[in-house]
């Protein structure tokens, strides 16, 4: 028995030495039928070879390679906007606007106060009468901390005496908006609804009816009751991340798998001008071993 099993060993060993364990260099080319194109018209890419993967970078943001590694949008400049309307009463000073870099994200009175807010209402054109005024974009740079996530508050105070200072107005906010000018255009920070607005009160409030949020408008008012008591009414968003983000990799979009037959063609649209550099990754894999090849073609997009 023994002659058969060494014989039966040594072919087995014999058979995987010789099986083959490393790829083919893929076989693989691209052209374009033109490499100008407007916006809105396909590119069409015609391919030569028969790679088991083919994968494409179209150079736009989030799907260019020269950031397959990771991609850091660097700090720009922070502009905020929003609408105003204000009705009824007559009393002055009453609403204000803030920012902060270091409140603690605790949304009670006590924590509130303990922050640093800068009261930015100046730089703003706040409503006078029931027409909704824009308030017009103004930076926020000078006041945004690279790494510190930034808080903004609509602040309103009922005043006493009444008799002597004037019953309390509403004032209603809309369409807010924080955005930063970055190296990949202008990003939203924040909007009316995803600001996720939190309402904070100081003395006795009666909240049921009176100061809310919906979707649509921040509405701060006055008691309809108690109405011979000093209130203050925060509104303030949840954190907003200003400062430089790291936005991971681009990813790539997939285009030809093993499991497809071979592909002669692959379009792209661009949707903006520009200059992009396309960029189709082949490759030819097993558990073994992987070889890829970059092609890259320079497309220019007009108007």
Same mark, same amino acid.
């Given at each position: ?114 922050? @640093?807010?800068?009261? %930015? #209402?100046? &730089? ?5 009468? +029931?027409? =909704? ?5 103004? *930076? ?73 949020? @919906?979707?649509?408008? %921040? #509405?701060? &008012? ?5 109405? +011979?008591? =000093? ?5 303030? *968003? ?66």
């Amino acid at each position: 028995m023994k002659p058969i099993y060494y014989l039966l060993l040594g072919c087995l060993l014999s058979a995987t030495a010789c099986q083959k364990t490393d790829v083919d260099d893929p076989a693989f080319d691209v052209t374009a039928e033109s490499l100008t194109v407007k916006t809105g018209e396909a590119v069409k890419f015609k391919f030569n070879g028969d790679p088991g993967l083919i994968s494409f970078y179209s150079g736009e943001v989030g799907n260019d390679y020269a950031f397959k590694d990771g991609r850091i949008v660097e700090a720009g400049e922070v502009f905020m906007s929003f609408n105003t309307n204000t009705q009824y009463g007559s009393q002055a000073n009453q609403f204000s606007v803030w920012a902060s870099t270091d409140f603690n994200g605790k949304y009670n009175i006590g924590d509130v106060k303990a922050a @640093t807010w800068v009261d %930015i #209402t100046n &730089r703003f054109t706040i409503a006078t009468g +029931t027409t =909704y005024i824009n308030s017009g974009s103004k *930076s926020l740079n000078d006041i945004v901390v690279d790494g510190k996530p930034l808080f903004i508050a609509f602040k309103y105070v009922m005043n006493q005496p009444v008799a002597t200072l004037g019953a309390g107005r509403t004032w209603r906010v809309q369409s807010f908006s924080l955005k930063s000018n970055t190296s990949i255009g202008t990003q939203t920070l924040a909007d009316q609804v995803s600001a996720g607005w939190l309402l904070v009160y100081e003395g006795p409030k009666e909240e049921t009816g009176r100061s809310s949020i @919906t979707s649509t408008t %921040i #509405t701060l &008012r006055a008691n309809a009751v108690n109405t +011979t008591a =000093y209130t203050e009414d925060w509104c303030i *968003s949840q954190p907003v991340q200003p400062g430089s983000v790291d936005m991971g990799p681009d990813r790539s979009v997939p285009v030809k798998g093993y499991a497809n037959s071979r592909l002669e063609e692959y379009t792209h649209t661009y949707t903006q001008p520009g200059t992009y550099k396309a960029t189709f990754v082949a490759a030819n894999s097993n558990i073994h071993d992987k070889k890829q090849v970059l092609k890259e073609l320079e497309i220019t997009v007009t108007p």
